[in-house]
């Protein structure tokens, strides 16, 4: 029998098939507990809100179908709505530079000490670990124009203190200190890639000459570029999805704590803490709009999907700029 004609190199493309379609049921059993949280935890609910976002529901009843109506009161009806977006647009803004500059400063200080490293790490770290509310409590504390600690060391040295929580202009930057409190996370993975930077760049570069400056901005900066990004499309997201804090803080600082999320001091003091999030959790869980409540979600969901994508792409194009001039 000849070679063309032996029962081997017959069923050897079958056997491959064969082989390939097992290995792809392996892949696809593996995959299986993932698919399956992702289509009940993320996929159904995204495309339920996006229905739900075109219907008048109020979580109870039959959702009637409204068409484009819910958006049309979102970008041209909801007087509140353009206050709340705001506030969300200044914590995304001054939050999201404040934080990226405030843990690379922290990690660069940490990343050049040897004695006590890890007591002063795990110190940075700790308020990563406190739950939003009791942080936000305690910040309000601390704040309290009245008799907190603060306030008094500052009339100890002569100074009036302000407001804060209580002050529309300062309720927010209350806010800010609150949050790079909590940032030890974030300064912790900004620390492993400064450590991570290879220390023979820095022995050429202080041989040619170049100052702590020169090689921080050279060196240090370039490489742990995508630990930046990261960063910042992270706090960006956080400060889109800000909530728990501004809520407590507006309800403790208005002596109401046992109302959080009460429609009459939400935002408190005069809207300045009223965030789009809480605007929307208003709308949806305490006023039963479920459908308008709905397109504020998908709104954000886009906004946030398109900060990540651009920051994403722009970041592909700089590596790949970097890589033709390399």
Do not use: C
């Amino acid at each position: 029998m000849s070679a063309v004609d032996s029962p081997l190199t017959t069923d050897e493309p079958s056997a491959r098939l064969r082989s390939k379609s097992r290995n792809r049921l392996w892949v696809l059993a593996f995959l299986a507990p993932w698919l399956v949280g992702f289509a009940v935890f993320f996929a159904y609910p995204l495309l339920a809100t996006v229905y739900f976002s075109f219907t008048n529901y109020n979580g109870l009843s039959t959702a009637d179908w409204v068409g484009l109506r819910n958006y049309a009161y979102l970008f041209t009806g909801d007087p509140l709505v353009r206050t709340a977006a705001y506030n969300t647009l200044w914590l995304v803004v001054v939050l999201t530079v404040l934080r990226v500059a405030f843990t690379l400063g922290v990690a660069s200080v940490l990343a050049r000490i040897r004695r006590g490293a890890g007591l002063l790490r795990t110190l940075v770290y700790l308020p990563a670990l406190a739950p939003p509310v009791a942080a936000t409590l305690t910040f309000v504390f601390l704040f309290n124009p009245g008799t907190g600690p603060v306030n008094t060391v500052l009339g100890w040295l002569g100074i009036s203190g302000p407001l804060w929580f209580n002050d529309p202009a300062l309720a927010k930057p209350a806010l800010t200190l609150l949050t790079l409190w909590g940032s030890g996370e974030l300064t912790i993975i900004v620390l492993a890639a400064i450590l991570d930077v290879p220390a023979d760049l820095y022995e050429a570069a202080a041989l040619d000459g170049a100052g702590p400056w020169q090689r921080f901005r050279a060196i240090t900066l370039p490489t742990i570029a995508p630990v930046l990004v990261f960063g910042v499309v992270n706090s960006i997201i956080f400060a889109l999805q800000y909530f728990t804090q501004a809520v407590v803080a507006g309800s403790v600082a208005s002596g109401s704590a046992n109302m959080v999320g009460n429609s009459q001091i939400l935002g408190y003091p005069s809207n300045s803490t009223l965030t789009f999030p809480a605007w929307l959790y208003q709308q949806g869980f305490k006023a039963y709009h479920m459908g308008y409540a709905s397109a504020m979600a998908v709104l954000l969901f886009v906004v946030s999907f398109a900060f990540t994508a651009v920051l994403l792409r722009r970041l592909r194009g700089g590596a790949r700029v970097e890589g033709v001039t390399g």
